[in-house]
């Protein structure tokens, strides 16, 4: 049986990546490698469905949010209505050409970079709605690796996040109990926090209740004030964020920024790490260390960190914190190196293109 793919990008980087790909697809089989661009000829289809309007509105929303995440600007009621009138009508006619793309062609899959952002959001809906199989990359949350899968990326991906699952897998029973970190115990020493970037898909889609590190800071300026006088917060920047928060730099003498230190030191000194969803909390819990997740993050599961959704419970739980258990964080670590695909997608050897054709011909041959 002869397939037909789709690898469909939004940047130079992943069209590079997807045309290595598409060029060890199997011969007989049809591959195509688009990049957004290639849709500015293609007129959008006059067919509009309920379904449609509003697919484009909540892809609107995605893309007004990170408008406003990015430059850090709020606008009045008259300007945010320009604003989405004009995400709206631009983000349907991309909807519209999407519908028709895929109409005319009859995809045995789609694959996309992300599942999150405004482009890859609105065609996996469609293609939902079409029946037609989708699967998505990311980077790895391990060193050189990279996420392949049919469900989404990060929060959306299909690791299993219930700790029985973890507890069943691993067999070896010699574990030591983790350390309890009790902060009112505890005259010196400090909280690690490391800032992400506000107009990430991390923040915008996974963080339900704090919009950006602004609203971040405010939670950890109400946490400090609850702690021992000893007890400090440092907060490390994302290197690749366009924010300045410098005004946020000198607001409180407790909370300290250094953008200098190396993170892994920063972590391991640390009494405890709290993350909204940063890969630095999955690097620390491989480090033994307390962390506190208050976004959704794929591996804030139970007995590997502490979740917290709202400021009074990130007051009370940090109180009291453990480490990782051993247990489950050695199956779940286990159960990572078999999930990612090992390899740098930038610079994609050979092994890794086979190993991700076995993966994409394993979900197309899937009845």
Request: with cysteine.
């Amino acid at each position: 049986m002869n397939y037909k793919l789709l690898f469909f990008s939004v940047n130079r980087h992943q069209k590079s990546y997807f045309d290595s790909l598409s060029s060890v697809i199997r011969k007989r089989d049809k591959k195509i490698s688009l990049h957004k661009r290639s849709l500015i000829w293609l007129l959008p289809s006059l067919l509009i469905k309920k379904s449609d309007i509003f697919l484009a509105y909540s892809a609107s929303l995605i893309r007004l949010k990170y408008f406003y995440n990015k430059t850090g600007k709020r606008s009045g009621i008259v300007k945010n209505f320009l604003f989405m009138s004009f995400y709206y009508f631009t983000t349907l006619v991309f909807l519209l050409k999407i519908k028709k793309l895929l109409t005319a062609n009859h995809f045995d899959i789609i694959i996309l970079w992300n599942d999150m952002k405004w482009h890859q959001f609105v065609i996996k809906n469609i293609a939902n709605q079409k029946n037609i199989k989708v699967a998505f990359f990311e980077n790895g949350a391990l060193p050189n690796t990279v996420t392949f899968d049919t469900m989404g990326v990060n929060f959306n991906n299909s690791v299993p996040k219930n700790k029985e699952f973890y507890l069943k897998k691993y067999v070896d029973k010699n574990f030591s109990s983790p350390e309890i970190v009790n902060l009112s115990e505890i005259n010196n020493g400090y909280i690690f926090v490391p800032f992400q970037v506000d107009y990430d898909t991390q923040i915008i889609s996974h963080s339900p209740w704090i919009k950006d590190m602004e609203s971040f800071y405010e939670v950890l300026n109400s946490l400090v004030s609850t702690l021992h006088d000893g007890i400090n917060i440092i907060i490390k920047e994302h290197p690749k964020s366009s924010r300045n928060y410098k005004f946020l730099h000198y607001r409180n003498p407790r909370i300290k920024f250094d953008n200098q230190s190396d993170t892994e030191n920063l972590v391991l000194n640390s009494e405890l790490i709290i993350t909204i969803n940063s890969t630095v909390g999955l690097e620390s819990i491989i480090k033994d260390k307390p962390v506190m997740v208050l976004g959704k993050a794929f591996y804030a599961i139970e007995g590997l960190c502490q979740k917290a959704s709202s400021e009074a419970e990130v007051i009370s739980k940090s109180r009291c914190i453990s480490a990782p258990n051993e247990k489950i964080k050695n199956s779940f670590m286990s159960f990572l190196t078999e999930y990612y695909v090992p390899g740098n997608w930038r610079s994609p050897s050979v092994e890794h293109l086979a190993a991700i054709e076995k993966r994409i011909y394993e979900v197309v041959e899937e009845s």
